[in-house]
């Protein structure tokens, strides 16, 4: 076909895919596959000047602008990024930009992670945080200052630091996302409040600076990283590497990792080790972005189209692919959970071929009207699990089926049951051998009671030979040395190392018992709490619903669940199992960050611009205060937020100090 052809056929199906996508909501390939139609068209396009219609999706800025807010003008374009691919598209990304240069222009470059979130720019006059926007359509952006001021990780006044100076005027730019262990803990709240999970970072990260109500904002544990500046009055910057520091001293943060190098071949030779290195990092990244360094050459590059020359994005492979669900399995977990999980036609993505991947619970398919033989979107992203992202409604034939929870559970045949309120489904019987075995699982792993040598090969080996038959069996194994020795794969050093390690789990803090035991709900975060409030497991198990469900943070469904776990007889057989092989039951355990409070009394009213009332606690503990429900005169200081109770007013009649949430910062500083 020539290249006229190809270009109008690229263009139709280009705008056609984004139509589908955009308006009917139903996509036919994935965001991965789009992007190499788009390529195409964009080599074409640069290798044919004459073939760019004005109607061409190349030509096309998205924009994310949204009629509840008020707009704002950018000082300056907000361009975007041209991509690459592969180390050829880098090379001839330099090339090109050689022959716009004089020959002899040495160029070095600043290669900084791409942060997955979404784009906003900020403006300070004399220091002060004045105004934020978002992307919007690259020219103008949604007004979202009041939402941008609850996020911690942006100063409301630079620099942070005394002893340097504010320019007159700054504009900066940078992405707002989740740290992947915030999102997990927001995830954790929104399942002890019983609340449906967020399933996409991003997506929850761009909601939750769209709300109307800056409170939802603050109670949403954002993160912002600035890596550019728009515009700045008052002081001059000539390197790409000096603009991060001076972001950095100012008070930003700024993309961790980010590094200067001398030349692209250096950069080329790193991107391998980004690619492993993805997983580990607390945020997520699609690619990486390379910049030249010198801000002059990089201003003499000049843009092309809504791309600056001087920069690049090196995007990792595919980690989306789209393939056909041909069966459904029902995969019950320790707490009994059920989730469903889809079986693929295998497909290539991000590297592996994936026959499975998660489809989250009934809600989620549901809600997405996933159905059995269905063409979905499937997600890898780092090594969690793959999941079904979407189906693609347009591929539908009409011999597609409802996908709905079974009846009875696959492993026991007990009847299955969905608590009111709850969003999962439950096999009920907790002595399900598929419930046993991963409630032992995950009783031993890392995280919960860490028991070395003891992973899910090594416990199905002990079921499956009847040496433990539930959690507290395992402090008997020593009981049976001779029989560990006699089977496959046992040596004596690995029986010995495995003893040992079941000897160390005995000492382990009560948090951390109460944590593996895989009450529906109960994470780390919860279980710090029960411990530190009822500090051993008896009082615990004679607590009421209403006790446990007055607890900061805990909701009623979570009170419910840890009674009824508590009170299941098979239950408290395995606890009086645990107690009498010795392991700890008692002790409060909360990691202690400084003594600066000790001995402080602090009552919390009013809601705190920043930190939910949890965290306020979790702080004032961690340095070693306490933390009373109401104001007396040992009290020593009241946290005052806005909207507060009489708790303020009796303060005040005692007097009382009060405080804020800045002043509390001061305390600790
Ligand atoms: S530089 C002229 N640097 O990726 C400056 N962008 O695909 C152009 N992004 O719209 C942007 N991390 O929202 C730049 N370290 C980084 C980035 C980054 C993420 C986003 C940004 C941009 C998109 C382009």
New binding site residues.
């Given amino acids: 076909m020539n290249p006229t052809d190809r270009a109008d056929e690229l263009r139709r199906l280009l705008n056609e895919h984004s139509y589908r996508y955009y308006v009917l909501n139903e996509p036919l390939i994935t965001d991965a596959e789009y992007d190499v139609l788009y390529r195409e068209l964009v080599t074409l396009e640069s290798d044919h000047a004459a073939l760019i219609t004005p109607d061409s999706p190349t030509q096309r800025a998205g924009s994310d602008l949204n009629e509840n807010f008020e707009k704002i003008a950018h000082p300056a374009p907000?361009?975007?990024?041209g991509?690459g691919f592969s180390s050829e598209d880098l090379i001839a990304w330099e090339e090109r930009n050689r022959r716009l240069l004089p020959s002899d222009t040495p160029l070095d470059y600043v290669l900084?992670?791409?942060?997955?979130?979404?784009?906003i720019v900020i403006t300070y006059e004399r220091g002060i945080l004045t105004k934020a926007a978002t992307?919007g359509n690259g020219v103008i952006g949604d007004d979202v200052t009041a939402n941008i001021r609850t996020i911690r990780t942006i100063p409301l006044r630079i620099p942070v630091k005394s002893g340097l100076e504010a320019p007159d005027r700054l504009v900066v730019?940078g992405?707002v996302l989740f740290l992947k262990h915030d999102f997990e803990a927001l995830n954790e709240r929104q399942k002890a409040a019983g609340l449906p999970l967020y399933v996409n970072a991003r997506n929850t990260a761009s909601g939750s600076l769209k709300q109307k109500d800056s409170r939802i904002t603050a109670s949403r544990p954002l993160t912002a990283?600035i890596?550019?500046v728009v515009d700045i009055v008052g002081f001059t910057l000539s390197t790409q590497a000096e603009m991060l520091d001076y972001l950095q001293s100012m008070g930003f943060y700024i993309?961790p990792e980010?590094q200067h190098y001398p030349t692209l071949s250096h950069i080329i030779q790193q991107l391998p080790t980004w690619e492993q290195r993805r997983q580990q990092l607390d945020y997520e990244?699609d690619g990486v972005?390379i910049?030249v360094n010198d801000l002059r050459i990089s201003a003499e590059l000049g843009i092309v189209g809504k791309?600056?020359r001087?920069?690049i994005?090196y995007k990792f492979p595919a980690q989306e692919a789209s393939t056909r669900i041909i069966g459904v399995t029902h995969n019950v977990g320790r707490t009994g959970k059920l989730t469903p999980t889809a079986q693929l036609e295998p497909v290539f993505v991000g590297g592996v071929t994936v026959v499975n991947a998660t489809l989250h619970n009934y809600d989620f398919i549901n809600h997405l009207d996933i159905r059995l033989g269905d063409i979905v979107t499937v997600k890898r992203s780092g090594d969690v699990i793959p999941y079904v992202i979407g189906p693609m409604i347009g591929a539908r034939t009409g011999a597609e089926t409802p996908i709905l929870p079974p009846e009875r559970c696959p492993h026991c045949d007990t009847p299955i049951v969905k608590p009111e309120g709850a969003v999962d489904y439950f096999c009920p019987n907790s002595q399900c051998p598929e419930r046993v075995f991963r409630s032992i699982e995950f009783f031993a792993s890392r995280g919960a009671m860490d028991i070395e040598g003891l992973g899910p090969q090594t416990v199905k080996t002990l079921l499956d030979q009847g040496l433990i038959r539930d959690e507290g069996d395992i402090f008997y194994l020593y009981q049976h040395a001779e029989r560990l020795l006699g089977l496959e794969k046992f040596a004596q050093k690995k029986v010995d190392n495995l003893l040992q390690s079941i000897e160390k789990a005995k000492t382990r803090p009560l948090a951390q018992l109460l944590a593996s035991l895989g009450i529906e709900g109960v994470g780390s975060t919860v279980s710090e709490q029960l411990a530190d409030h009822f500090e051993t497991i008896d009082a615990l198990m004679n607590a009421s619903v209403e006790t446990i469900d007055a607890l900061e943070g805990i909701g009623e469904i979570l009170a419910q669940n840890v009674v009824q776990w508590l009170s299941d007889p098979y239950h408290q057989a395995v606890i009086a199992k645990l107690r009498a092989a010795g392991v700890q039951m008692q002790g409060a355990t909360r990691s202690i960050a400084s003594d600066k409070l000790n001995g402080l009394t602090f009552v919390l009213t009013g809601t705190l611009p920043t930190l939910s009332r949890d965290q306020a606690s979790d702080l004032i503990k961690s340095h070693g205060g306490k933390i009373s429900g109401s104001v007396s005169k040992k009290t020593d200081y009241v946290l005052v937020g806005d909207s507060p109770g009489s708790k303020a007013e009796k303060a005040a009649q005692l007097g009382v100090k009060i405080i804020s949430e800045a002043e509390l910062y001061q305390l600790l500083a």
Avoid: M
């Avoid at 907000?78 to 990024?81: N, Q, V």
């Avoid at 900084?112 to 784009?119: A, M, R, S, V």
């Fill in positions: 907000i361009l975007s990024l991509n900084e992670p791409k942060l997955d979130g979404l784009t992307r730019r992405e990283y890596y550019d993309p980010s990244i972005v910049k791309d600056p001087s920069a994005a």
